[in-house]
């Protein structure tokens, strides 16, 4: 099915506001230390935010699960496979904690 220019640019548009989101976020959850304690906080905050996005879409009876998930498989293999450059600043963050964590050890 081809997508008339309308629709295409009002894809192009979420797309863009997705990133400009990600970005935040992304900056957000990399600002902590490098620590199994930030990584504990990463996780806090990512899972507080998805509780509460599934709950509002729930709220306009739209169930997020499958599409999630489908969204988190396809951005794994993009990230798996280079086609997306932004795994290096979250191997990063692993590394470093790596790191502390076998020099406290």
Same mark, same amino acid.
């Given at each position: 099915m081809k997508m008339n220019k309308k629709? %295409? %640019? %009002?894809?192009?548009?979420?797309?863009?506001?997705?990133?400009?989101i990600y970005r935040q976020m992304r900056a957000a959850m990399l600002s902590v230390e490098p620590t199994i304690g930030g990584l504990v906080s990463m996780n806090y905050a990512l899972s507080k935010l998805i509780a509460n996005y599934k709950l509002a879409a729930k709220k306009i009876d739209i169930c997020v699960d499958d599409y999630i998930g489908d969204m988190v498989k396809w951005w794994e293999h993009q990230l798996e496979h280079g086609e997306a450059d932004d795994q290096l600043e979250f191997d990063g963050f692993a590394y470093t904690v790596e790191r502390l964590t076998e020099a406290q050890g």
């Open positions: 629709n %295409k %640019k %009002k894809t192009m548009r979420n797309i863009a506001e997705g990133d400009r």
